[in-house]
């Protein structure tokens, strides 16, 4: 979908990921993960990503770490590895307690 939007024209877009967990790992972070838990890696092209499925799009990265931002994820279900990502590239996460308290207003800034 980000890849569609940004081919029809819109040259920025803000992505929420709703899930449990954040999907920054790698084939080079993890040896148990499938491809859906990688899927956000992807999108911001971080090192060691599949080629092919990063540059789907018709730019490279598809997403930049500001237009981003999760919501609802478990933090025990993330990797240290993610973790880091999440650290390094100033993401945004809401986690699951936050999100089930206050559902619109755990996405404020």
Known sequence: MVAGYLAAGFERLGVVYADLHTDLNTPQTTEQGA???MVTAHLLDLPGVVDALAS???????LQPGDL???G?????VTAGERASVDRLGLRVVDTADAIADPAGSMRS
């Open 56 to 62: 789907v799009g018709p730019r490279r990265p598809l």
């Open 73 to 77: 994820v478990n933090p025990t279900g």
């Open 69 to 71: 931002a999760y919501w």
């Open 35 to 37: 491809l859906d838990w």
